[in-house]
């Protein structure tokens, strides 16, 4: 498992009251497929699917030839996006990542966080090389789950990336920057023999975890001590 922890001073699990206990208690990490967060509806624009989840490449019409039956296509105008069919049930755990960078200068978390769920779960300091101690230990003698491609990263930031630009290799730690401010750190693993979610339990997390309200949290400014 690769991760990217030196830069990382806190993770944030917001979550709605009913499912604190399954999270603090048994550590359970409800993973849902990609394919569910880039097809789900809500009226709400902060909690609507991302229909750009899981592309390999994002290209600029001007930076690829399309052809077909021998002949190249002319008049492609915008993006053309492309995406590998077995993603969709690539299982993902999403937190928000504040870094070390994000406190150099105090900031407020994004508002649309409130949308999340009205409890924030943190875990900070040394919790947090805790937490992927126990991640680490849940994971790595079961044959069930796998890394999701050769580099064995199966953890980490997300990257933004401009729509506007070309992008030629992308992955499940590429997001496009309208998303910036989720701060996002995810997990992302396959599980072959299920489909849909996957209930992923680490064991009781309230030694290192805490809980506070969410917007307790967004009300607070955020900066080094």
């Not at 504040?98 to 924030?120: E, H, V, W, Y």
Request: hydrophobic fraction near 40%; charge should be negative.
């Amino acid at each position: 498992m690769s991760l990217e922890l030196s830069n990382v001073a806190c993770l944030i699990k917001f979550i709605d009251s009913k499912y604190v206990s399954s999270f603090v208690d048994e550590g359970l990490l409800y993973m849902n497929t990609l394919g569910y967060f880039r097809t789900y509806e809500d009226e709400n624009l902060a909690l609507r699917a991302d229909e750009h989840e899981g592309l390999s490449a994002s290209l600029r019409a001007g930076d690829v030839d399309i052809i077909k039956d021998g002949r190249k296509l002319d008049g492609i105008i915008g993006k053309v996006d492309s995406r590998e069919i077995h993603v969709d049930e690539f299982k993902l755990y999403c937190m928000t990542a504040i870094t070390f960078d994000d406190l150099a200068f105090p900031f407020f978390l994004d508002q649309s966080f409130k949308n999340f769920g009205d409890k924030a779960v943190i875990i900070e300091g040394r919790h947090l090389a805790h937490f992927f101690e126990r991640l680490i230990a849940r994971v790595a003698n079961d044959e069930t789950i796998y890394a999701i491609d050769s580099s064995l990263k199966s953890a980490g930031l997300i990257q933004y990336v401009e729509r506007g630009e070309s992008h030629f290799k992308l992955t499940p730690f590429h997001k496009f920057s309208n998303y910036k401010w989720q701060k996002e750190f995810r997990l992302v693993y396959e599980v072959p023999q299920i489909q849909g979610a996957y209930e992923l339990r680490l064991g009781a997390l309230n030694d290192i975890a805490g809980v506070i309200d969410t917007k307790e949290l967004l009300s607070t400014l955020l900066r080094l001590k």
